[in-house]
């Protein structure tokens, strides 16, 4: 199953879970996760099951100065 992660074309199994395809990739649930344009919140990524040609954009915020 074809899905797009912050631009990147990706292949995930079918049935895959918004934090298994985070646990794949070793990011952390921390991060902040846009589903099809809609922010989520981290309780969802256990149940959040992705679907063909859905768009993930993973970012995490860095503090500095």
Not at 13 to 23: D, E, F, I, N, R
Not at 56 to 65: T, Y
């Amino acid at each position: 199953m074809n899905v797009v992660i912050n631009g990147v074309e990706t292949i995930i199994s079918p049935g895959s879970t918004l934090a298994a395809v985070l646990l794949k990739h070793e990011l952390p649930s921390s991060y902040v996760v846009e589903l099809n344009e809609k922010i989520l919140d981290p309780e969802e990524y256990e149940t959040q099951l992705l679907k063909e040609g859905d768009t993930l954009e993973i970012i995490r915020f860095v503090g500095g100065g």
